[in-house]
């Protein structure tokens, strides 16, 4: 899998210390709800021309780490 530190950067002086896309000001939520959309890369690169392929690899390896951490912190039940 993708490192996706490599890839997705925080600083406080860009998007308010958000997640991005290392070197753009892309969100990595964007990303993400783009995919959770049913855009497909294709059409993400489309929309936001400075972000690479890797960049959405990225953002998803950084969702997938994300979700194995919940086992740590599980939801509450609905």
Known sequence: MIDWR???TSDPKVCQGQFCAKGT??????ILDSLAEGATREEILRSYPSLAA???AAAIAYAA??????????????
């Not at 000001?25 to 964007?30: A, E, F, H, I």
């Open 6 to 8: 490599e890839h997705v």
């Open 25 to 30: 000001r892309v969100l990595v939520t964007n």
């Open 54 to 56: 890797v960049h959405i």
């Open 65 to 78: 780490e994300l979700a194995r951490e919940e086992s740590l912190l599980p939801l509450r039940p609905a």
